[in-house]
């Protein structure tokens, strides 16, 4: 009987593979390059818009003209989208749907109603101070804020 014989390479345990190793062509390289870059790329956006709404989101537009005198500061950061209503001295303002990371303020001299469409959606502060409503956080929700000094 003839006896086989097996290659030297096969005989020998490695622990691995142990086949020759192709090195990559360069369109991989090239793909993978684009992949890093757009995942970098990506990373970044997230973090600019995370570090954006922290801060207290983009320069808003100050809404309400002349607020000298007027001592209802609300200042309304979006972080979840949605349909938002804000009404100063029974004036609408805003009346719009808002995207995340849109800051706006408002003055009023004795009320300012903020209807969200849950109180998990805004960051709100009330002259200056940072303001949590308290209940359920994803219902809609009118959050009314009023002057009840004798001064205004």
Same mark, same amino acid.
Request: cysteine-free; glycine content about 14%; overall charge neutral.
């Given at each position: 009987?003839?006896?086989?014989?097996?290659?030297?390479?096969?005989?020998?345990?490695?622990?691995?593979?142990?086949?020759?190793?192709?090195?990559?062509?360069?369109?991989?390289?090239?793909?993978?390059?684009?992949?890093?870059?757009?995942v970098a790329l990506l990373l970044g956006l997230i973090g600019w818009q995370m570090a954006r709404v922290a801060d207290g989101g983009a320069a808003g537009a100050p809404v309400g003209e002349?607020?000298?005198?007027?001592?209802?500061?609300?200042?309304?950061?979006?972080?979840?989208?949605?349909?938002?209503?804000?009404?100063?001295?029974?004036?609408?303002?805003?009346? !719009?749907?808002?995207?995340? %990371? @849109? =800051?706006?303020?408002?003055? #009023? &001299?004795?009320? +300012?109603?903020?209807?969200?469409?849950?109180?998990?959606?805004? !960051?709100?502060?009330?002259? %200056? @101070? =940072?303001?949590?409503?308290? #209940? &359920?956080?994803? +219902?809609?929700?009118?959050?009314?804020?009023?002057?009840?000094?004798?001064?205004?």
């Amino acid at each position: 009987m003839t006896e086989l014989k097996r290659p030297r390479e096969h005989t020998e345990v490695t622990g691995g593979f142990t086949g020759p190793v192709l090195p990559a062509s360069r369109s991989q390289l090239a793909v993978r390059a684009v992949a890093a870059v757009a995942v970098a790329l990506l990373l970044g956006l997230i973090g600019w818009q995370m570090a954006r709404v922290a801060d207290g989101g983009a320069a808003g537009a100050p809404v309400g003209e002349g607020d000298a005198g007027q001592d209802q500061r609300v200042r309304l950061t979006v972080l979840l989208g949605g349909a938002f209503k804000i009404i100063v001295d029974g004036e609408v303002v805003v009346d !719009r749907r808002l995207p995340p %990371g @849109e =800051r706006i303020e408002v003055a #009023g &001299r004795r009320r +300012v109603e903020v209807q969200v469409p849950a109180a998990k959606s805004v !960051r709100l502060e009330y002259n %200056g @101070e =940072r303001v949590q409503p308290q #209940g &359920r956080q994803d +219902v809609p929700r009118t959050l009314v804020f009023i002057d009840d000094s004798e001064g205004g």
